[in-house]
């Protein structure tokens, strides 16, 4: 029974790019959170995505924006990269019935590298 | 003021040696709450939920605090192995963790 994967692993990319990066949830779930980590922090939550529609958004710029697909899979595209944006991009599935309350588990990430 | 706060150590510890850290979170209401593992630029992964009453898992017990709205965990009889950097979890809502910076253990021979 595959995980939470990722891809791609690794990305760099130029200030002001666009990068798209993807996420395949845990069979049987149906609920894709996105977060953020840069280095020497925690995880910081993005957005979350349940039925298609994005459910609860963090502190993050509309240059954050992704969408969720029937097959619950998602994606995670950011806008005019800035070298900030650089940061380990986690992926974390759940069932919508259960939330966060037993806490969730997260794809390997997207090293993102902006230059 | 962040929503969950830990010391970020380090904590160097021999092998053998018990080490215990907290980690203080914002938001009373609160509902769960959560220690993770994180290996170096490797992504987290749940050690152990932390209930009211407090909880074992082996060498590891977490305790929780809610009236002081803090999180303590303490690792027995510490192993190499154990080396990491231990993240406070904390669930606000129904939909998303807060995380803390996390705390590093590092444990020598």
């Known amino acids: 029974d595959a995980g939470v994967t990722q891809s791609p692993t690794h990305l760099i990319k130029t200030r002001g790019q666009q990068v798209t990066l993807r996420c395949s949830p845990k069979?049987?779930?149906?609920?894709v959170s996105w977060y953020q980590q840069a280095l020497g922090q925690g995880p910081q939550f993005i957005f979350q995505?349940?039925?298609?529609?994005?459910?609860q958004r963090g502190n993050f710029p509309d240059r954050f924006s992704g969408h969720q697909f029937p097959n619950y899979s998602s994606e995670l595209n950011v806008n005019a990269l800035l070298l900030g944006d650089s940061a380990l991009y986690l992926c974390?599935?759940?069932?919508?019935?259960?939330?966060?309350?037993?806490?969730?588990?997260f794809g390997s990430g997207t090293r993102l590298t902006v230059v | 003021r962040k929503e969950v706060e830990q010391d970020p150590g380090p904590f160097n510890v021999p092998e053998g040696a018990t080490v215990a850290f907290n980690c203080t979170y914002s938001n009373s209401a609160s509902q769960s709450f959560f220690w993770y593992r994180q290996d170096c630029r490797k992504e987290p992964k749940l050690l152990m939920s932390v209930y009211s009453s407090g909880n074992e898992d082996g060498r590891f017990t977490a305790q929780l605090n809610r009236a002081s709205q803090y999180i303590s965990l303490l690792i027995r009889d510490s192993k190499l192995s154990d080396s990491a950097t231990y993240l406070c979890?904390?669930?606000?809502?129904?939909?998303?963790?807060?995380f803390g910076a996390g705390t590093t253990v590092t444990v020598r021979a």
């Open positions: 069979s049987g779930h149906d609920t």
């Open positions: 974390a599935s759940s069932l919508e019935r259960t939330g966060a309350n037993y806490g969730y588990t």
């Open positions: 979890v904390v669930n606000m809502d129904d939909y998303k963790l807060s």
């Open positions: 995505y349940y039925e298609e529609e994005e459910r």
